[in-house]
């Protein structure tokens, strides 16, 4: 792996992966273009208690918060990357905002062009606990149990770089070209941090949107998720991760769950 690091922080090398202790809102972390596929979820700006990230900006705080890392990713990416946003539809904690919507339009004003987007379907309705004006029509919450992958890409969303090979049956494309997927988050006391998602979400964005021997990105590596999944997939890795104890922790997921596919 050639990417060239000025403020070089290895933290883990694994194989096909690199972890940075770091700060993807330090433009100068890397310096080339090197990324084919970004797959991230990044904080939600919902109070989570994470180790080394206020999670509780205000929303315009968290909106020029967004635009920095999203327009570093743009400048450390090939040409033909694509980009794929795993964020909240909306948000009412502090006041009510389209998150995924004013994330999405900071993307495109960075420079990313506007795809498609996966609705997500967690299916954790059952555990609702606000519901507004319970019975009456004086001021009731409409909450979607939903999440949002928008998918974006630089400049030329054809593909023809790279390997050219593509390692998805014809039931998985036909199934995840369907824009609406369901399948379960993941636990935070199973993995250990306060936000994981689970390795089904990467699998499916590495396998759709990327040949073998692509690299993925990661700006939030958080558990170690990502780059878990792209290693298991044939795909080199680099992810960024500002906390040290969860780049610990995204370390020792690593050992242990490389080679671990199926899911």
């Not at 992810?239 to 490389?258: M, T």
Request: neutral net charge; hydrophobic residues 35%; glycine residues 6%.
């Amino acid at each position: 792996m050639n990417t060239i690091f000025t403020d070089k922080k290895e933290f883990f090398t694994h194989k096909n992966i690199k972890l940075i202790n770091g700060n993807s809102l330090n433009e100068n972390l890397f310096a080339e273009q090197f990324i084919d596929l970004i797959v991230t979820s990044p904080p939600y700006n919902v109070g989570i208690e994470y180790n080394s990230n206020d999670d509780e900006l205000s929303y315009e705080k968290y909106l020029e918060f967004s635009k920095k890392w999203m327009t570093n990713c743009y400048q450390w990416s090939n040409s033909q990357a694509r980009f794929l946003l795993n964020i909240p539809l909306d948000k009412n904690k502090g006041g009510h905002h389209s998150v995924g919507a004013d994330l999405t339009t900071i993307a495109q004003k960075v420079g990313w062009l506007y795809h498609s987007t996966i609705i997500w379907n967690e299916g954790n309705i059952s555990r609702r606990t606000a519901w507004g004006s319970w019975q009456s029509a004086s001021a009731p919450y409409v909450i979607a149990p939903v999440e949002l992958i928008v998918v974006l890409y630089k400049e030329q969303w054809k593909k023809t770089n790279g390997t050219k090979k593509s390692d998805i049956t014809k039931e998985e494309f036909m199934q995840w070209t369907n824009g609406m997927w369901v399948f379960n988050g993941e636990s935070k006391k199973r993995i250990g941090h306060p936000a994981p998602f689970p390795k089904e979400l990467p699998y499916r964005a590495i396998k759709l949107f990327s040949y073998e021997n692509d690299l993925v990105f990661d700006p939030f590596t958080g558990s170690g998720t990502t780059l878990i999944v792209a290693e298991n997939t044939h795909r080199r890795s680099v992810g960024v991760e500002i906390d040290s104890q969860y780049c610990e922790l995204a370390k020792n997921r690593i050992l242990n769950e490389v080679g671990s596919l199926p899911l």
